[in-house]
């Protein structure tokens, strides 16, 4: 393995992180600040607790999780679609690197900042709110995880996009929405039963419900199926990558 | 090593840097810009290939680089297949794109640090250092990139494609847009990596510096190669010469009693030119001057001229529309 290649394309993807700290993390932690600060007075008020937990303390891994998802998927999309927009992707195909190293040293920093931005997330809430972590390894792993998924998925959108507005597409019209019908600031257990039904196709439900669980125990799927659901994804991006890389899409002609 | 089978005993030739075999590219849209070339670089030489604009270059290079997958055939760099062991393969090349395409805000130092990792090497601040001073790019080794000029990125290319100490450098049009001084400075860089054993794979359309420089030459064109030639030998074999011979009185036409000799008018009648086979067991110039003197015209000066590199391409080029 062409380890020094990964370090190579990891160190560079951060340093990008570093140029554009006002957009990678503070912009995120002001937006999720307002979140506190709209959520919490305006709904808070009127919503006092949900199973126990006061409301602002509820939205907390909805947040987070939805920082995580948004900031993996534009993370990663970028770091690929950059080179390939400037050309400068040639030194990335013509290197002795394969198309494992390349996929874990893009999407090995993306998710590394998505982690990043998710735990100062955490630190910035525990500002407003009362925290408690009951299970903090499975809040790692589900992080992890999550980061893993959508950085993958990220890469994928990267690859296919050809031009800027397609980049966007993903992120805005699809992670974003699913997110915040995903049960990010409610409990699905609040839905009209109808809603409750159709809200189970949405994926980011069993990722936000396995991650609130690992804060509070409560989850409104069990934990085991948000595990499998979370892989399951890890699993279709990894063969879509594996396709991508077979066929040479949109990277070889 | 031991090599298995005909094609890895041919791959591992001695002496063969690039072997290319029965290579074809077609792209999804059904346009084919490469069909069945064959090629050995040779180790150590200079190799100046050339054609027009979309004869296929860029691809051929691109093919070998591992940019490009090839549809049909084999390439083999240093003996590795640059599909099955790409990354053998990929070690010894360097490449140096025709576009511009650099981070623009990356430093200099970092970018060509960043090419190293890529390859695989590890870390020599030193050889960096040298490869910046050589490429006239110490002073600017903290800068970012758009801050340089464009003959200065192309500097950084250059250096990004050397960091790795390739052992084959593909220059894919290194001197387009760029200026006397930058030519000239390349150059000598090429120069010393020559001496130093590279071998150099060349693009260019200023054929006069792959005159100059490229010990062999490959003429390419619509996605085929026409021919491989040594420098030298091309030049002796396809190149014309013409006497030039400059007139006392002008001439409006060439008399009809000289029309057997290949003659033509120049500089308004002034100049009659005559061209020949300078290899020829007969240049037929005394026979021509014979007649000239018969027909009363007579001439205040004459000089030859051998045909250019340029000249001979073109005609090949020409040739094979």
Known sequence: ?253 | MQTSSPLAAEAAAPGVAVRVRGLGKTYAGGFTALQDVDLDIRKGELFALLGPNGAGKTTLISIVCGIVNPSRGTVTADGHDVTREYRAAREKIGLVPQELTTDAFETVWNTVSFSRGLFGKAKNPAYIEKLLRDLSLWDKKDSKIMMLSGGMKRRVMIAKALSHEPEILFLDEPTAGVDVELRRDMWEVVRGLRERGVTIILTTHYIEEAEQMADRVGVINKGRIMLVEDTAELMRKLGEKRLILQLSEPLQRVPETLASHRLTLAADGRELVYTYDAQGERTGITGLLRELSAAGITFRDLSTKQSSLEEIFVNLVRSSQ
């Open chain 1, 1 to 253: 393995m062409n380890l020094r290649a990964i370090a190579a394309i990891y160190r560079f993807e951060m340093a990008r992180t570093r140029r554009t700290l006002l957009q990678s993390i503070v912009a995120p932690v002001i937006s999720t600040s307002l979140y506190f600060v709209v959520f919490g007075s305006a709904i808070g008020s009127r919503i006092t607790e949900v199973d126990g937990v006061s409301y602002g303390a509820f939205i907390v891994p909805g947040l987070i999780m939805l920082n995580l998802l948004t900031q993996s998927v534009s993370n990663a999309s970028f770091g690929i679609y950059f080179p390939k927009f400037t050309g400068t992707i040639y030194e990335i195909l013509s290197a002795p690197v394969s198309y494992l190293e390349i996929v874990l040293s893009y999407a090995g920093a993306a998710a590394t900042k998505s982690i990043m931005l998710g735990i100062i997330i955490l630190a910035t809430a525990a500002l407003f709110v009362p925290l408690r972590i009951e299970h903090p390894l499975w809040m790692l792993l589900f992080m992890f995880l999550t980061a893993a998924t959508f950085s993958l998925l990220g890469f994928i959108i990267g690859i296919w996009a050809d031009n800027f507005e397609k980049l966007q597409l993903v992120p805005l019209l699809i992670v974003t929405p699913l997110t915040f019908l995903g049960g990010s600031f409610y409990s699905i257990h609040m839905l009209p039963p109808l809603w409750q039904k159709v809200t189970l196709f949405n994926p980011v439900v069993y990722l936000v419900s396995g991650f609130r669980w690992s804060f509070y125990g409560l989850a409104d799927v069990s934990v085991g199926l948000s595990l499998g659901m979370i892989v399951l994804f890890l699993a279709i991006c990894l063969a879509t990558i594996a396709w991508i890389f077979r066929t040479g899409y949109r990277l070889r002609t």
